[in-house]
């Protein structure tokens, strides 16, 4: 314990030192025992007193104009800048240390008292860390629960750095001057130039303006006025007047000379940590919140308009006073409303009046950490919004609309609630998410107060029923004035413009209403800013639902009241019918194309060809103004509510629940498929359409991956439904049924290679039947007549053998792409790769690939002709992603058919026309650049594959270079796709070539890739190979704060809010530009059970943000 002479030095610290301090010279054990850390908090405050005492002095010598700075400071040379002053350094360092190692002891105090409270003595832990647990015992021992009687004498020391900071702030050689900036003059010139002692010296840090040292401060006060508040008598600290005088000097002018060196913000930031700190001093401060939230109301109005710093800790200890408030409220309620969303009476009328004013205020801020803050404080202050209006308090405040509006008792609620409705789409995307959320909790708040009113009526209906049986019923005359009464209410209130907190008074109609709004606020070019100060409309607002929408299933699973369940069809809602309707009106104001190019091109059957920017395999040849129209409404809609679906229902059940959602949705599937097929829909409820069976299909193959072996009961008819997709006309369902069929295999491998088998024959029998169709049909010599001056164009009707071979394309495009996705996934399932399957499928591949020199198939329908050939270069592509053993033993098969193939596409031998070419060209190249990915060893252990391989090149560069046979495609929207994803994969081919190795082109390729890059550059798109020019280190200065982000990967860590970012400004790909890469993707399964170092530079948090990912660097 401390003895009395370390208690006299504490005394003697605290008071104002001499001027100049007596200079020591410390001996050797004393030099050693300077940074000992202290032996008890008496002695921790006694050491700080004589750093702030320190501070005081060194401030005292630079504040002195006409005092030479003999200890410490030494003049420059003659004429030398002012600039080159030597002076020590003020003790912050020192006084860092300081408050640290006070603050260690108060901890292990608070730590001691608040363990004491449930029994009679603390266990002190084994540590060899005297900071951590400072008595540093080597054995157990039972130290006893003693009250902290030094905790008014400590804080008095604190206090003591608020006005050595305001000191040393406003202290430049003018005592009249209270800015400090420094001011340099020609006569400040002669003077250094004749030596003058008068020279201004370099102004010292105020130690508050150091974040460390006031935050280690802060927390200090607050501990101490924690610790001293059950004291008695003259020794209990008083968080009343202490509060008060907090809330005085936040208020002071900031212009003031008290005022400098960071004091308001110091109080300010007091105030809120006393706040939060623990329930007794929470119950001390909750009657003070009008108080707090008027102060932190003026601090947003004189903290101006530029750094946001004051203006931040304004909203962050607002946000503390509710706290403090909710723990008060949940304390007297004996923790009932703990679970609870709503907390009625748990502040004052004034003071949530006053909180509403500042969310108004704060969120017209221009910083977003401003607004962040105040998203953050709607949030908490929601479930105190309900308002507890006694009985007949409308008949004495009089009649008229707008004292019935005010008296309601969620009019607070819903101006909370239209503050956040109006802020979902702010330019930034965490205020965004926060904004978000807090609509989240106002809802839940309203649903809650909604379900109490019903369940209060519930209860007086009954009590009436049961006073009913013994007494007369009342008089016929008195029921008909009621009815008449609610009715005209009913009416009145009808006509009103309809509340979102009314609306919302369950959870059904909770989940309607944001998915009535999902649906209303339009898509990216239609959508208007929602109304706030700095919406930005577009994407934003639907991402913004949406974020909601998950965040309120959430919080309704996290108290369970709700049987998430029954929420799955609510949510597929947000793609049903109305949202089928709005995108069918957007996509006819686009010119459709022929149907032979629509089944490879378009997202839905009547999409616009018209993008609104260039995709990630489009990224060439682009200059569209972006904002002329958009078809990434379909995919966006799609993204989000497969979000929703599985972050706020599927992640929140158990694993029978999740079973059961798979069956439901398997069913919805399969009775909609049969339907659209049939003509009738027998169950009650509409089947779903494009969008929601793609929807359902992504969370499928989620919900397959989660339950592995537990999905077993559900296979049969999954597999079912799934063959059904594969045949469906739309291309994105086919697409989404063949991600399903790699998820089972991941789980069942042997269903997946019984699968393979099946397929595989299936193919080879819709091949034939593909060729004799096309036979019997009529030729196709002519694409669909375009509309002219918006007059409907009548499309021919098709006869049922043009219906057979569509339908038999779709059966093998969607065979096809389930087996090769299926071959992605062997090589990392239990079995491994089966040599018997990559021989039929080469054979089969084979085949398809024939179908480029059937002439009576090309003549008669080229389409279906480029069906086969896709399909049998993306079996190819699909077959080279099992790795180099499975390939070798065909790898001459595979340079065959790229030979024939490209041999057959040059000018003057195809026979197909040059859009068909490009589809070819496409799928073919596609194929290579997977053959260099997964198998670059057989570039040069196979003998010629290397010439071979770059004469292939060198014949298909020319084709899609400028002026060649394909160039002319890029007059179109899709061929310009095409092209560009033609371009991007020979020269991603060309780079993985060894160098050398192509000199006859060399200069045509690195022209053409320069010109590329340049004009992309010039376009604001980020080139692929940015990570591997800059270092890892270099990262870091791409972190941004959550509110700041405007990327990917700037927050590390943060998936929601990664995922906000890029659906906010990254384009969108369709299906058919999805398959393009599909096989390249594949990559990643080589790394992705490679082991990641978590730590960087001994950091687990920068070991985060800069983990790497799978490592498929560009070679």
Excluded at 414 to 428: G, R
Aim: glycine share 6%; hydrophobic share 40%.
């Amino acid at each position: 314990m401390v003895t009395a002479a370390k208690s006299s030095t504490m005394a003697a610290d605290t008071s104002s030192p001499p001027p100049h301090p007596p200079t020591k010279v410390a001996t050797k054990p004393e030099a050693e025992n300077e940074h000992a850390p202290p032996s008890s908090a008496e002695e921790a405050a006694a050491l700080l007193g004589a750093a702030i005492g320190e501070a005081r002095t060194s401030s005292s010598v630079t504040s002195s104009a006409n005092q030479l700075p003999a200890s410490g400071h030494t003049n420059p040379p003659v004429g030398m800048h002012s600039i080159f002053v030597v002076q020590s350094p003020i003790p912050n360092g020192m006084l860092f240390i300081r408050l640290c190692n006070l603050r260690t002891w108060l901890r292990w105090h608070a730590d001691v008292m608040d363990r004491a409270s449930k029994k009679d003595s603390v266990e002190i832990v084994e540590d060899d860390n005297p900071i951590a647990h400072p008595f540093g015992n080597k054995l157990k021992t039972q130290y006893p629960a003693e009250q902290f009687t030094a905790a008014r004498s400590i804080l008095a020391v604190l206090m003591k750095l608020l006005e050595v900071s305001s000191a040393m702030a406003t202290s430049d050689g003018n005592a009249n001057n209270v800015d400090a900036s420094p001011q340099i003059t020609t006569s400040g010139k002669s003077k250094m130039a004749t030596g003058s002692p008068k020279q201004k010296q370099h102004k010292p840090l105020a130690p508050l303006l150091s974040t460390p040292i006031r935050n280690t401060w802060v927390e200090c006060i607050s501990l101490c006025l924690a610790l001293g508040s059950s004291l008695p008598g003259n020794l209990r600290t008083d968080p009343y007047t202490f509060v008060n005088k907090m809330l005085e000097i936040s208020n002071w002018n900031p212009r003031s000379k008290m005022a400098a060196g960071g004091v308001r913000l110091a109080a300010l930031q007091v105030v809120g940590r006393v706040c939060s700190l623990n329930i007794d001093l929470a119950k001390r401060t909750a009657p003070y919140a009008w108080e707090i939230l008027q102060c932190c109301h003026k601090g947003l109005l004189s903290g101006g308009a530029g750094e946001p710093g004051h203006r931040a800790a304004c909203v962050k200890t607002a946000c503390c006073v509710v706290i403090s408030c909710r723990k008060v409220a949940s304390g007297v309620r004996g923790g009932d409303g703990a679970d609870s969303f709503s907390v009625p009476g748990a502040m004052e009328e004034r003071a949530v009046q006053e909180g509403i004013k500042f969310i108004k205020r704060a969120t017209s801020d221009k910083y977003p950490e401003v607004r962040l803050g105040a998203a953050m404080f709607a949030g908490l202050i929601a479930p105190m919004l309900i308002r507890n209006i006694p009985t007949g308090s409308l008949s004495r405040n009089g009649g008229g609309r707008d004292n019935e509006e005010l008296a309601t008792p969620l009019a607070w609620l819903e101006e909370v609630t239209q503050f956040a409705l109006k802020n979902i789409d702010d330019e930034s995307a965490g205020v965004a998410t926060a904004w978000a959320s807090a609509l989240a909790r106002c809802i839940c708040v309203s649903v809650e107060h909604g379900t109490s009113v019903r369940d209060a009526q519930s209860e007086d209906q009954a009590s009436r029923r049961s006073a009913d049986v013994d007494d007369e019923a009342p008089p016929s005359s008195d029921n008909s004035n009621l009815d008449l009464a609610a009715k005209f209410k009913a009416f009145s209130e009808s006509r009103r413009a309809s509340a979102a907190t009314a609306i919302c008074s369950s959870v059904p109609s909770a989940i309607a209403y944001l998915t009535k709004q999902f649906v209303r606020c339009g898509g990216e070019t239609a959508s208007n800013r929602c109304g706030g100060s700095f919406s930005c409309g577009g994407r934003a607002a639907r991402i913004g639902f949406a974020d909601a929408l998950t965040e309120f299933l959430r919080l309704q699973a996290s108290k369970g009241d709700f049987q998430l369940t029954e929420a799955v069809r609510p949510v597929l809602e947000m793609v049903g019918s109305s949202f089928e309707k709005q995108i069918m009106k957007a996509e006819k104001g686009g010119n459709s194309l022929s149907s032979e190019i629509d089944f490879f091109s378009t997202p839905s059957p009547n999409a616009s060809p018209e993008k609104r920017m260039q995709t990630i395999s489009g990224a060439f040849l682009s200059g569209r103004n972006p904002r002329a129209k958009s078809s990434a409404d379909p995919s966006i809609g799609r993204l989000l509510a497969s979000d929703v679906l599985r972050k706020g229902i599927s992640e929140n059940l158990s694993e029978s629940l999740q079973l059961n959602v798979l069956l439901e949705l398997t069913a919805s599937c399969n009775l909609s498929i049969k339907s659209t097929v049939d003509g009738n829909n027998n169950s009650e409820s509409p089947p779903l359409n494009r969008h929601e069976i793609q929807v359902a299909l992504i969370e499928i193959s989620h919900l397959v991956v989660a339950l592995g072996e537990a999905g077993s009961s559900s296979l049969d008819d999954l597999l079912a439904m799934l063959d059904k997709c594969l045949s469906h006309s739309d291309h994105g369902v086919r697409y989404e049924a063949a991600i399903v069929h790699a998820a089972i295999a991941q789980a069942f491998p042997a269903v997946g290679r019984k699968f393979v088998l099946s397929s595989l024959n299936e193919i080879v029998a819709n091949v034939d039947e593909i060729r004799g169709l096309a036979s019997k049909a009529p030729a196709i010599t002519s694409p669909t007549p375009k509309s002219r001056f918006r007059r409907s164009v009548e499309k021919p009707h098709g006869n049922s053998q043009s219906d057979q071979l569509m339908h038999s394309q779709c059966v093998l495009h969607g065979k096809a792409l389930a087996l090769s996705m299926l071959m992605h996934e062997f090589p990392h399932i239990m079995g491994g790769v089966n040599a018997a399957i990559v021989v039929k499928v080469f054979n089969v591949a084979e085949k398809l690939l024939h179908c480029q020199f059937d002439e009576a198939l090309v003549q008669k329908n080229p389409t279906a002709a480029c069906t086969c050939i896709r399909s049998g270069y993306c079996l190819l592509s699909g077959v080279l992603t099992m790795g180099t053993e499975a390939v070798i033993p065909h790898i001459s098969s595979a340079f065959t058919f790229w030979q024939n193939s490209g041999m057959n596409v040059l000018p003057g031998v195809s026979k197909f026309s040059p859009t068909h070419d490009l589809l070819i060209v496409e799928s073919l190249l596609a194929s290579v650049v997977t053959f260099l990915k997964f198998c670059p060893d057989l570039l040069l252990a196979v003998p010629d594959a290397l010439n071979r391989l770059t004469a292939l090149l060198e014949k298909l560069f020319p084709l899609v270079s400028s002026g060649g046979k394909l160039d002319q495609e890029k007059n179109s929207t899709l061929g310009n796709a095409r092209l560009s994803s033609a371009i991007s994969s020979i020269m991603e081919a060309y780079s993985w070539l060894p160098p050398g190795s192509f000199p006859l082109s060399a200069d045509r390729i690195f022209t053409f890739a320069s010109n590329q890059i340049q004009e992309l550059s010039e376009s604001d798109i980020l080139c692929s190979i940015l990570d591997s020019l800059l270092s890892r280190e270099d990262k870091l200065i791409e972190a941004h704060s959550v509110e700041r982000a405007v990327s990917p990967g700037q927050i590390g860590g943060s998936v929601r809010l990664d995922t906000n970012i890029s659906m906010r400004g990254s384009d969108i790909l369709h299906h058919n530009e999805r398959e393009a890469t599909l096989h390249l993707l594949a990559w990643r399964k080589k790394f992705r059970m490679r082991h990641h170092d978590d730590e960087y530079h001994e950091s687990p948090i920068l070991g985060l943000y800069l983990r790497e990912g799978d490592e498929n660097s560009i070679p």
